[in-house]
């Protein structure tokens, strides 16, 4: 499975929005560690995206209820996202869209948990600057 990470289509890919358009198309942002993974189909799981249960750990962006919980996230893995991949006990950043039943679907690459990320992302949501 990590051998597609930061692959589309087999090759490896770059993202195509700006760090700005992608906060503004998700409807919550927020830093959150994978509890579970969902396979859906388990003898093809290099396949399908799959879903996960990651507890929250700080709302960036979004409904700041979901905070200290523990929601799940589909999309996972999907190909088509140049970092969407993920194990178990990962703490990544995660931008996503509410769809129904509560459930959370990753709609750009994850971002690595750190202090510059961080900020930048901080810098993006308060309109700070668009240059990333």
């Not at 597609?4 to 409807?27: H, I, K, V, W, Y």
């Not at 995206?49 to 929250?56: G, L, R």
């Amino acid at each position: 499975m990590l051998g597609f990470e930061g692959l589309a289509n087999g090759r490896p890919c770059e993202e195509t929005e700006t760090l700005n358009e992608r906060q503004e198309r998700a409807d919550v942002i927020f830093t959150g560690t994978v509890q579970r993974i969902y396979r859906k189909s388990p003898t093809r799981s290099f396949i399908l995206d799959y879903n996960a249960m990651v507890f929250v750990k700080r709302v960036l962006k979004g409904d700041k209820k979901l905070q200290n919980n523990a929601v799940v996230v589909s999309g996972l893995g999907n190909r088509l996202i140049c970092h969407s991949v993920v194990k178990e006990r990962d703490t990544r950043i995660f931008l996503v869209s509410q769809i129904e039943d509560g459930f959370l679907r990753l709609n750009s690459s994850l971002l690595r948990m750190s202090i510059p990320n961080l900020d930048i992302l901080d810098a993006v949501i308060k309109g700070k600057t668009d240059i990333f």
